[in-house]
C-alpha cells in the first residue's frame, strides 16, 4: 500500500481555529508528531522562537525521545547543523561554499522537559518559547500523574507568564477516553464523533480538539494486509488502531437521564469534577451518575480532603456510602446518561479502589 505525501498529519487547519490548547488524536503512524516537529523546529529557524518538547517522565526523555528526537525529520533540514546540548536543541546554518570551519553561531530551538519534573522548572524562565509538544499524553499504559491536570496548568504558567503567546499541541492516538484532561474541563466528545465533526472548539475556544484522518489515511491502512488481518482477526485494535476509535467507548451501562429519579447526593472528586448521584428503586436499587448536580442537597460528599467544609463531608473508601457504590459498579447496578459521564467516572472508580 503506497502512501502520499498528502496522506499524512498537516497541522494547518487546526491553528486555524486560533486555540490555545489543541488536542490532536489520530491514529498511529499518520504522522502528527512528525509533523508538530518539522512545524516547530521551523519556527524556530525563521522566526527565532523556541519550544519545549514534553513527555510524562524524565524515563521518557532519556528513554530516546531526546537523542533520537530528529532522526525521522534531518532530512527537511539539510542545510543546518544541529546538536543536543544538555536538555536543549541547537541549531546553526551550514558552512557557506569554500568556508573549512562553520564558524555561524549556535542558537536554542527547543528544550526536552518531563512534566513530573516540573515542580523544579517553576523559577526558570522561557520567555521565547512560543510551544508545547506534549507527545502520548494520553499513555498506552494508562498511567496519567497524580494530580496531573494541575501540574500541567502550572507549567503552562510558568512557560507563558500570562502573556498568551504559547500555544499547546497535545498529540496522542484514540487511547482512553477517559482522561483527566477531559473531566477536569467537562469537555464531552461524544457529540463531537456523533456528527463525524474532525474539528471543534471548548472553554470558549481556549480547547481545540482534532479526530485526525487525512486523505483517507485510516482508508488504506484498512486495506493493507496488515489491516484486513486485524479487521478479520483483532477488530477491537482495529476499531483502536485504525478507525481512531477510543479504546474504551464503549455504550455498555449508559441510558438516557430520567427526570423522576429520586436525588441521593452529590460527590465531588479531586480531578474529575463534581457528580450528580441519582437513584431508581425497583427490585433493586440502581444507581445513576450524571453531571446533573442539585445545587442544594441534603447530603453532599467529597474524596478530596481540602474540600472539606462545614456543608461537604470527606469520605473514605471505608465509608458505607463508597463501598455501596463500588459494589453496585462492579455488579452493573450503575447506569450513566452519557458515554464521557461514564468515562470520566471510571477515572473515580479507579482511584477509590487504589486509596
Known amino acids: ?160 507568564r500570562t502573556h498568551d503567546h504559547t500555544r499547546v499541541l497535545f498529540l496522542s492516538n484514540a487511547v482512553i477516553q477517559a482522561n483527566p484532561y477531559f473531566s477536569k474541563f467537562r469537555i464531552d466528545i461524544n457529540e463531537q464523533q456523533g456528527k463525524h465533526q474532525q474539528f471543534r472548539t471548548y472553554c470558549d475556544g481556549f480547547i481545540g480538539i482534532e479526530f485526525a484522518d487525512y486523505a483517507g489515511f485510516s482508508a488504506k491502512v484498512e486495506k493493507s494486509r496488515y489491516g484486513k488481518f486485524l479487521r478479520k482477526y483483532d477488530p477491537d485494535y482495529a476499531d483502536y488502531a485504525i478507525s481512531n476509535r477510543f479504546l474504551d467507548d464503549i455504550n455498555g451501562l449508559v441510558e438516557p437521564f430520567d427526570p423522576k429519579l429520586g436525588y441521593m447526593f452529590t460527590l465531588e472528586t479531586e480531578d474529575s469534577g463534581t457528580f450528580g448521584v441519582w437513584s431508581k428503586i425497583e427490585s433493586s436499587m440502581t444507581y445513576h451518575i450524571s453531571r446533573r448536580v442539585k445545587k442544594h442537597s441534603q447530603y453532599h460528599y467529597t474524596i478530596d480532603y481540602k474540600k472539606v467544609n462545614e456543608n461537604v463531608i470527606y469520605l473514605k473508601k471505608s465509608d458505607n456510602v463508597v463501598a455501596n457504590l463500588l459494589s453496585a459498579y462492579r455488579t452493573g447496578e450503575v447506569r450513566f446518561d452519557t458515554r464521557q459521564c461514564k468515562a470520566d467516572f471510571i477515572q473515580v472508580v479507579g482511584s477509590l479502589i487504589g486509596k
Open 1 to 160: 500500500m503506497e502512501f502520499l505525501e498528502e496522506d499524512y498529519y498537516s497541522l494547518h487547519r487546526i491553528l486555524s481555529y486560533n486555540a490555545v490548547w489543541n488536542f490532536i488524536i489520530g491514529a498511529r503512524g499518520l504522522g502528527k508528531t512528525y509533523d508538530a516537529k518539522k512545524h516547530v523546529l521551523r519556527d524556530a529557524i525563521k522566526n527565532g522562537s523556541q519550544f519545549i518538547y514534553l513527555r510524562r517522565t524524565d524515563v521518557e526523555i532519556k528513554g530516546g525521545a531526546k537523542e533520537k528526537w530528529l532522526d525521522d525529520i534531518i532530512h527537511e533540514f539539510k542545510d543546518f547543523e544541529f546538536r543536543i546540548n544538555g536538555n536543549a536543541l541547537d541549531w546553526r546554518r551550514g558552512k557557506y561554499r569554500g568556508e573549512k570551519d562553520n564558524n555561524n553561531p549556535w542558537e536554542t530551538a527547543g528544550y526536552f522537559l518531563a512534566l513530573s519534573q516540573s515542580g523544579g522548572k517553576k523559577s526558570i524562565p522561557y520567555p521565547k518559547v512560543r510551544w508545547i509538544v506534549f507527545d502520548e499524553v494520553f499513555p498506552d499504559n494508562l498511567r496519567f500523574l497524580s494530580n496531573e491536570v494541575t501540574l500541567f496548568e502550572e507549567f503552562y504558567n510558568t512557560v507563558d
